[in-house]
């Protein structure tokens, strides 16, 4: 009986018994860990174990230790792979929940966005003198262009959107097909033309033209070094809209002053360099060499934030400096 427990046996006990990737993790792989050190403990204390064979022999005995192991092992090797097939599911927000049309339209309208443009544009109207009646058309106006260029943001970016698991974007994850967005897109238009033209036709025409540029910009120059023309492009036009404006379709006022213009332009590449520093890395991996990322390549994300936020403030100071030294229009 004591050459069955020789160190032959005692590699059989803890071979089988070695702990699992789910080790710790669960109860039984730890008592089983246990069972096994105490009993190598006694066989080295040289305890005699032939009291604990049953009396089937010990062939039966090492026989159902071995069976009892690879039953263990078994097990927790089915516990490791449902872990590793069903991980746990990701958190996720309500609004990567919703499911309702409506409310995934105005999740990929970029709301803020076109809420804040609107607001400060209506500001600036009624810093301008304009009747109430006209500030709220132009805060209308502004909203549901900027909503247009939400959608069509979205719409363009599908794909990349989609590859780098940006989240909120309804169009990209599935829950929104982009048919639907074209088809807001055509119905805020037919909205956007007599909106325009309320405050005159030459007024309504400039701000339509600088939607226009602002879609053309989702589409080309983005990705270069002129990723800022569009941008300063399409907010230089917004003193124009103002300034032409009046009410009624046949209103025409005064061209804006050049000043006034400047600023608001570079006003426009500031608002893109503070929109594309929470990106840059996305564009950086696809292979975007645009002016932002080339500058946040060398003075880091934080400093480029901060630098652009800086810029901007400088230049709605500047702007309100000289709007009340010589106004809007000349």
């Known amino acids: 009986m004591g050459n069955l427990t020789s160190a032959a046996a005692r590699p059989r006990i803890t071979a089988d018994t070695r702990p699992s990737r789910l080790h710790g993790s669960t109860p039984w792989s730890i008592l089983l860990r ?7 403990d006694d066989i080295e204390e040289g305890d005699d174990p032939s009291v604990d064979l049953p009396d089937d022999g010990p062939e039966d005995a090492f026989g159902d230790a071995a069976d009892d192991a690879a039953q263990a092992e078994a097990a927790d090797g089915e516990d490791a792979e449902i872990d590793e097939s ?14 309702w049309t409506p409310l995934l339209l105005l999740q990929a309208a970029h709301a803020k966005q076109a809420v804040v443009t609107a607001l400060a544009v209506a500001g600036a109207a009624m810093l301008a003198g304009r009747e109430a009646r006209e500030v709220g058309v ?6 549901v262009g900027q909503t247009i260029l939400g959608w069509h943001n979205d719409i363009v970016d599908k794909a990349r959107d989609a590859a780098h698991g940006t989240p909120g974007k309804p169009v990209a994850d599935g829950r929104l097909d982009a048919e639907s967005v074209w088809y807001a897109i055509i119905v805020a238009a037919l909205i956007l033309v007599p909106l325009s033209i309320t405050t005159g036709i030459t007024a309504g025409g400039i701000y ?11 589409v080309v120059l983005r990705t270069g070094f002129l990723s800022w023309v569009t941008w300063a492009a399409s907010f230089a036009m917004l003193p124009a809209y103002l300034s032409y404006g009046g009410w009624g379709g046949q209103a025409v006022g005064d061209p804006p002053e050049t000043v006034i213009t400047v600023l608001a332009a570079l006003l426009g590449i500031g608002v893109h360099f503070t929109r594309a520093v929470w990106g840059l890395v996305a564009d ?25 936020t800086f810029y901007s403030f400088v230049i709605v100071v ?10 809007l229009s000349r």
């Open 284 to 308: 950086h991996e696809d292979g975007w060499t645009y002016l932002p990322l080339k500058l946040g390549l060398k003075l880091g994300a934080t400093r480029l934030l901060a630098l652009t």
């Open 138 to 143: 132009v805060l209308l106006t502004v909203l």
């Open 34 to 40: 246990m069972a096994s050190e105490h009993d190598v």
């Open 208 to 218: 339509l033209v600088s939607v226009c540029i602002g879609m053309l910009g989702n």
């Open 318 to 327: 500047l702007l309100a400096v000289f709007g009340a030294k010589v106004g």
């Open 86 to 99: 069903e991980p746990a599911p990701a958190r996720v927000g309500f609004f990567s929940r919703l499911q």
